[in-house]
């Protein structure tokens, strides 16, 4: 398989990890007879591939509809004789499209899509999802099936392949104290995290209500948001106004999370629209207990009271009561964060992932090979 993973991208989130996972996989398990991952030239994802000493080509999109990149795309595909485009973001995908419909592009298509959106608002957006030229859409979720359904009319071809995370990274599991010293916490309080944008769908406002309604009923421990984002203005406002400056730590975007996260007694995760999670499964990797929003695809990586406690979304009282009752029941966490470590090892590694991955992309080689 010769395979080209292309996104429009700017930013640096879970999908832009998956792609590089994806490649350092197909690479080191010998999956792939050749492949490249085609970005914008000003994206971080370009940045860290080349760093890895991955094959990136990188260009400037105007927008969408860039009807020269689509001819170049549609050339430099049949150039390298690749054999799958694989799409990674929504402009990438009209970009495919177009490519293949107007300009020749050979390859097969594939989509990989990992929001919970509505798709079927307008007859373009409709359109592109249903064009005929893309082979299959691998979703991250049922939740993100459910709702490409009524968009796409042909359900074969969609597909779950979940998240990922690399083991690898997240060997810390033991506390050193070392944010209890950065941002000087007192040994004997706790410490109940969050890593998220700071974006709608994080639901940070209600992560912040629930931390006030902790530290109304004296529970001593400080509370960790590492993250940025839009959104930062009015949650700093927010703590400002429920006079939680000595309670709730902005830590800002960082780089050491796999350093950080296990400095955490719990991690409380409120977002409310989530495709899965991936930083769920890190906190399995860490062995952190978990306490997540009972929305979107969390479920399917959070199995209540099995690897961690579901609460109802938005609803700041009842995430303290998980809260409370996790994090004072440490045989309760033992349980939760063995089983965590085991769900992780048996669907969300890069070894297990990308196999799944691989046998997704390589069946609209071979459809006929089952």
């Known amino acids: 398989m010769r395979l080209i993973q292309i996104t429009a991208a700017d930013g640096w989130r879970g999908h832009e990890q998956k792609i590089i996972y994806l490649y350092e996989s197909f690479r080191d398990f010998n999956m792939v007879e050749d492949q490249w991952i085609v ?24 927008s969408e509809y860039d009807l020269k990149f689509a001819k170049e795309l549609s050339r430099l595909s049949n150039e390298l004789k690749a054999d799958i485009v694989f799409m990674h973001s929504s402009k990438a995908h009209t970009l495919g499209v177009l490519s293949h419909l107007f300009f020749g592009l050979k390859a097969k298509l594939v989509l990989c899509r990992t929001m919970i959106q509505r798709v079927d608002s307008n007859f373009l957006r409709k359109w592109k999802y249903n064009y005929k030229g893309i082979q299959k859409i691998i979703c991250v979720s049922q939740p993100v099936v459910d709702v490409l359904k009524y968009a796409v009319k042909d359900h074969s071809k969609l597909t779950i392949v979940g998240s990922v995370i690399d083991i690898h990274k997240f060997t810390k599991k033991e506390k050193n104290g070392f944010l209890h010293k950065e941002f000087n916490i007192p040994p004997d309080y706790k410490i109940i995290g969050n890593i998220a944008a700071f974006a709608p769908m994080k639901d940070i406002p209600t992560w912040i209500k629930a931390a006030k309604v902790l530290v109304d009923r004296g529970l001593k421990a400080k509370f960790i948001i590492i993250g940025e984002g839009p959104l930062k203005a009015e949650i700093e406002q927010m703590i400002d106004e429920n006079q939680l400056q000595d309670h709730v730590i902005l830590a800002g975007f960082r780089t050491d999370i796999p350093q950080c996260l296990p400095e955490f007694d719990l991690f409380m995760f409120t977002s409310n629209n989530e495709p899965t999670g991936g930083v769920l499964l890190e906190s399995y990797a860490c062995n952190v207990p978990v306490v997540a929003a009972n929305a979107g695809g969390i479920p399917t990586v959070v199995l209540d009271n099995e690897t961690g406690l579901l609460a109802e979304v938005g609803n700041p009282v009842d995430f303290a009561d998980k809260v409370e009752l996790l994090i004072h029941n440490p045989e309760l966490q033992d349980r939760f964060t063995k089983n965590g470590y085991e769900f992780l090892l048996q669907t969300g590694t890069k070894e297990v992932i990308s196999r799944k991955m691989f046998d997704e992309l390589q069946e609209v080689l071979t459809p006929h090979g089952k």
């Not at 890895?52 to 990188?58: F, I, N, Q």
């Open 39 to 62: 970005c914008r030239n000003d994206s971080i994802i370009k940045k860290v591939a080349l760093e890895k000493g991955m094959k990136v080509l990188s260009y400037d999109f105007k």
